[in-house]
């Protein structure tokens, strides 16, 4: 990181802006070029747990190289005068596997629905179960960026 007066390792920097982006880009291995997607997703355990279907792009990609990547910020705002934008981020790496046991399924779905207030029944119905796919990203690596307001911005 050519910025190092801007890094961020602490770990709970990662579990603050973890918690609280609603967002996460995603990068699987998909031959040629990456493929990237914006998904939702809660952080517990010190894995990071995504939802989807049963088939799709995103598991064809893990069946062949579960190697991911991941980004998630927060802008804090855009400083037009210093031509800079305030900010707070974060990147890493991971290895990403599909859960296969129903009771880390069911909680991670359940954390998902706390995370995002969803409406949805739980426990989840087997048969609902069944047909959501929960991929769980075991993290390797984490590395943070923040650029903060300073006095002169507020």
Do not use: W
């Not at 005068?81 to 305030?86: H, K, M, S, Y």
């Amino acid at each position: 990181m050519r910025r190092h007066d801007r890094e961020c390792c602490e770990q709970s920097f990662f579990t603050d802006l973890l918690d609280r982006a609603d967002v996460m880009t995603l990068a699987f291995h998909a031959g040629e070029f990456p493929y990237v997607i914006p998904v939702n997703f809660v952080y517990r355990n010190s894995a990071v747990y995504v939802h989807c279907a049963t088939e799709g792009r995103k598991l064809d990609c893990l069946m062949k190289n579960p190697g991911t990547g991941f980004s998630v910020h927060e802008v804090l705002g855009i400083d037009r005068e210093q031509a800079t934008t305030r900010y707070l981020s974060l990147y890493g790496e991971g290895r990403a596997s599909l859960v296969v046991d129903d009771e880390e399924k069911q909680a991670a779905l359940a954390a998902l629905a706390k995370k995002y207030r969803s409406r949805c029944t739980l426990p989840v119905p087997a048969d609902m179960l069944s047909r959501t796919a929960v991929i769980k990203i075991s993290i390797v690596s984490m590395n943070g960026k923040k650029n903060l307001p300073t006095k002169r911005d507020d």
